[in-house]
């Protein structure tokens, strides 16, 4: 596979595990939420677009709050399952890099964990920038670096001892970019935003047993799903164990894996 079939990649595996992200990540990607919307400035009446939207979390948000939302995202698993969800709401089938919606048509731009999917990150930048009024706000989450992510951390450390991480995974832009706060800010500004701002936000994966951070990306991830099994079964096995063997760290008292997975904030304005 060469560089222009990651988006083709990314799309065909949101295909197939809009269950299983919405059973291990829906909670997680919710707590970011709040500081979204703050940043945002939803209110009453806001048109609120969510790009990216999977399940739909953000829009709902956002609409608890009195805005006008509508939800895109190039997956028909994930459109359908929001629908299901959250019926009522907005949701359409549509490319965050090829927006389904006129010029000037959103008071306010959310992207909740997004940039990391997209094949073109820029375009969908200039596309959220297109579609925003002139003084909307457009704000992206993003995973931290894994040192912060602590699950996604624990992962990659398994892989690189016991296994590889040169895999047939199509190549796409770098996993962590967005995690840089200068890369956040620069690509804002770039795509024709001013006064970017950029901040973290503490959040906690919360896992049952026998899950662990493995297991959960595992079956609902795409690109840590596709290295994981392109591993040998033995080094696979190895990954595993590590990974449960570092996970315990986090067990509380209640017997629940609770691990730190702290996102990136950006948000900015459109003049």
């Known amino acids: ?48 677009l969510d790009v990216a939207c999977g399940p739909g979390y953000l829009a709902a948000a956002a609409r608890r709050r009195g805005a006008d939302v509508a939800g895109v995202d190039f997956s028909v698993a994930m459109v359908d399952k929001a629908r299901r969800v959250f019926p009522g709401l907005e949701f359409r089938v549509g ?15 959310g992207i909740s964990f997004g940039m990391e999917h ?3 990150p820029e375009r969908a930048l200039a596309e959220a920038f297109r579609v925003l009024q002139s003084g909307g706000r457009i704000a ?36 962590f970019r967005f995690s840089n706060w200068g890369e956040s800010r620069r690509a804002l500004l770039e795509a024709g935003f001013v006064q970017p701002e950029v901040r973290e936000v503490d959040q906690t994966l919360v896992l049952s ?31 595993e164990r590590a990974v449960e063997h570092d996970a315990e760290t986090y067990r509380s008292a209640a017997g629940e894996l609770r691990i730190p997975m702290c996102c990136v904030l950006a948000s900015a304005l459109k003049a």
Not at 140 to 159: N, P, R
């Open 1 to 48: 596979m060469g560089p222009a079939d990651f988006g083709a990649f990314e799309h065909e595996g949101w295909e197939r595990v809009a269950q299983a992200y919405h059973t291990y990540f829906g909670e997680l990607t919710a707590q970011s939420n709040h500081a979204m919307l703050q940043a945002l400035g939803i209110g009453r009446g806001t048109r609120f």
């Open 95 to 109: 490319d965050a890099e090829d927006l389904p919606f006129p010029d000037e048509n959103f008071g306010a731009v």
């Open 140 to 175: 992206f989450t993003v995973g931290a670096t894994s040192d912060k992510a602590v699950g996604i951390g624990m992962v990659l450390k398994a892989i690189e001892k016991h296994g590889t991480t040169d895999v047939p995974v199509p190549p796409g832009p770098p996993f």
């Open 118 to 120: 997209f094949q073109h």
């Open 209 to 239: 047993a026998p899950d662990t951070p493995f297991h959960a990306l595992m079956r609902g991830g795409v690109r840590f799903a596709a290295m994981l099994h392109a591993q040998t079964p033995a080094a696979l096995a190895l990954i």
